[in-house]
């Protein structure tokens, strides 16, 4: 799921990339909209309310959402960096290191969020942390799939959806509709996944706050040891075959 790249990405490797990770994404966004008022998973409407600051006050007062965007354009850069960082250094799973820190980054708010909220940490400061997060996953979904698959926000994803369904109509050969079906089905489920992350995380806030983002460092994590595991599993194998092709020789 993570460890493959380009020509061999196959669409199940995608769609389980995409489905992980967009319901994380849904449960972090809920969580930033009902516990701090705050989108955290894109950055568009960001950059409305901080022309807006600028233009009715006059002055400062929207820099918050600054910090908010360059928040997630440095969790961006940080995934990036390691990811290469840990390719060039020959590592089997240079993702690892972007998802621990998302991970870690999640714990420590699922744990502690609201006891910081209680003691004044400032609403800003817990916004930017979950959108750096968000800009290491999307930035890191990206490098892995080649850009098919981004799982953090959705206008793109209805703007391409809209595109295929379009060409449905037009493209008549099996070998093109066989490739607009999956990447429709793709893009509905990252859809589909992220809506669900917002549901669950939506009915949970209600009882166990930022909690829900606990949830979400366990869905990472399940993630990772699942494709580390199908990792040893595919060495194992490899190794066996070998040695009984050098036996038979």
């Not at 400062?60 to 969790?75: E, M």
Request: with cysteine; aromatic share 14%; proline share 1%.
């Amino acid at each position: 799921m993570f460890r493959h790249k380009g020509k061999a990405r196959t669409f199940e490797h995608n769609f389980r990339l995409a489905t992980f990770l967009s319901f994380i994404a849904g449960l972090v966004n809920i969580c930033g909209v009902l516990a701090l008022g705050v989108l955290t998973t894109n950055v568009t409407g960001h950059f409305a309310y901080f022309a807006e600051g600028i233009v009715k006050e006059k002055d400062l007062s929207g820099i918050y959402f600054l910090f908010y965007i360059l928040a997630f354009l440095l969790g961006s850069f940080v995934s990036s960096f390691l990811t290469e960082y840990f390719t060039n250094k020959g590592s089997n799973a240079p993702h690892n290191a972007a998802m621990f820190v998302e991970i870690l980054l999640l714990s420590v708010l699922g744990v502690w969020g609201d006891i910081f909220l209680v003691n004044g940490v400032s609403i800003p400061l817990l916004a930017c942390i979950l959108l750096f997060a968000m800009g290491l996953q999307n930035s890191l979904v990206s490098k892995i799939s080649n850009s098919a698959v981004r799982t953090t926000h959705l206008t793109g994803l209805f703007t391409d959806l809209g595109i295929e369904l379009s060409q449905l109509f037009f493209y008549k050969e099996e070998g093109q509709r066989k490739r607009l079906l999956r990447s429709i089905g793709l893009r509905g489920g990252i859809i589909a996944f992220f809506f669900l992350g917002c549901v669950v995380g939506g009915l949970l806030f209600v009882k166990i706050k930022f909690r829900i983002l606990i949830l979400a460092a366990l869905t990472l994590v399940i993630a990772l040891i699942y494709d580390n595991l199908r990792l040893g599993y595919y060495r194992i194998r490899k190794r066996l075959s070998t040695g009984e092709n050098k036996k038979g020789d």
